[in-house]
């Protein structure tokens, strides 16, 4: 699909704007009386589990750039699969297109997913195509280690996910419920892959030292460790810098047994009541100057081979990553990690 002339124009001085006046959404999911004035072929219902501050300016140019009205649910990426899962066997689904989240989510949810191919493929990594177009990548999101440098030394951090798993360490870390964070489910997939353990050795090992604490969301994980109440956590690359950016007391660890930098993505809902406004947006997010104020605003890392040069690594490794295998194995450690919390509880 070629995107219309209107969409072309550039994005990032506005989108900046908006960053700087306001971080939040336009009327995308607020009650308002000119959303019942919209006719149907000019909606789009979208889930996401970015925060507005990422989602809010790329959704408000958009309703601007097409005159199409978004209404947005946020949650959290395995909440709203849930949902769309549920939708789906009603066969009535609400949503068009589900926003966020790792792309290993989406190809365990894969069967809730219309193909389509954005007019822009050519232009992304290769590595980052779904095999069948069920998804389509958003920015790559390394994960990294984050530590309170106010209670931390830099000697005393943990260089890599194996030491994290050790007894001092206790009690000390962040860590996301996976139950609400997809970045969570990925994180430790990750560490299943990267750590030459089992499965459950892995599981176990990570679920004792938390001792039974978890963060309710991504954001809080990080909020933990700024604040002082955990030592050290598990985050994504730009969720760290954002916080680093705003004077947190945090630094980052890049593992030295290396890590992923799987990217998120962006799916088209089966049967999506707003199928052609759905594709709009999947062009829309892997525009130039989405991707562009993405790196610039957002601490994000493009999919884009051609805006990817100088796009650094910074001090770490990023280690090929078994996508297929992170699916297929998503449900299973879900439930071994909610029974291992469990059994923390009682």
């Known amino acids: 699909m070629i995107l219309p002339g209107a969409i072309k124009k550039r994005i990032l001085p506005s989108l900046a704007l908006l960053v700087l006046l306001s971080g939040c959404a336009s009327g995308a999911g607020k009650a308002s009386p000119l959303a019942e004035a919209v006719p149907e072929e000019k909606r789009l219902t979208l889930y996401t589990?970015?925060?507005?501050?990422?989602?809010?300016?790329?959704?408000?140019?958009?309703?601007?750039?097409t005159g199409i009205w978004?209404?947005?649910r946020a949650g959290g990426t395995t909440e709203l699969l849930e949902i769309i899962g549920e939708?789906?066997?009603?066969?009535?689904s609400a949503c068009d297109i589900m926003?966020?989240?790792g792309v290993e989510s989406y190809e365990a949810s894969r069967e809730y997913f219309e193909p389509y191919r954005v007019a822009l493929a050519d232009k992304l990594n290769e590595r980052y195509i779904s095999r069948d177009?069920?998804?389509t990548a958003f920015t790559e999101l390394p994960i990294v280690l984050i530590y309170n440098n106010k209670l931390v030394g830099e000697e005393e951090a943990p260089?890599?996910?194996?030491?994290?798993?050790?007894?001092?360490?206790r009690g000390k870390i962040a860590f996301a419920d996976p139950a609400n964070s997809g970045s969570s489910c990925t994180m430790l997939a990750t560490m299943v892959q990267i750590l030459g353990m089992s499965e459950d050795e892995t599981l176990e090992r990570f679920a004792k030292v938390l001792d039974g604490h978890m963060a309710e969301s991504s954001g809080g994980a990080v909020e933990e460790v700024a604040a002082g109440s955990r030592l050290v956590g598990i985050t994504l690359e730009e969720t760290a810098k954002k916080w680093i950016a705003r004077g947190a007391d945090l630094a980052i660890v890049y593992p030295k047994e290396g890590t992923s930098a799987l990217p998120d993505g962006c799916a088209i809902v089966k049967a999506a009541p707003h199928?052609?406004?759905?594709r709009l947006f999947l062009e829309f997010i892997v525009s130039e100057d989405v991707q562009r104020f993405c790196v610039e605003h957002l601490y994000r890392r493009t999919v884009r081979t051609d805006m990817a040069a100088g796009q650094a690594e910074e001090a770490g490794?990023?280690?090929?990553?078994?996508?297929?295998q992170a699916a297929a194995g998503q449900e299973t450690i879900l439930k071994k990690w909610a029974e291992l919390m469990d059994e923390k509880h009682n």
């Open 49 to 65: 589990s970015h925060k507005e501050e990422v989602y809010g300016p790329i959704v408000k140019e958009f309703e601007e750039r």
């Open 70 to 72: 978004v209404d947005v």
């Open 87 to 92: 939708e789906h066997k009603k066969g009535k």
């Open 99 to 101: 926003f966020g989240g």
């Open 133 to 135: 177009d069920r998804w």
């Open 159 to 169: 260089n890599g996910f194996e030491e994290l798993l050790l007894e001092p360490w």
């Open 275 to 278: 199928m052609e406004n759905a």
């Open 317 to 324: 490794r990023i280690v090929d990553f078994d996508l297929a």
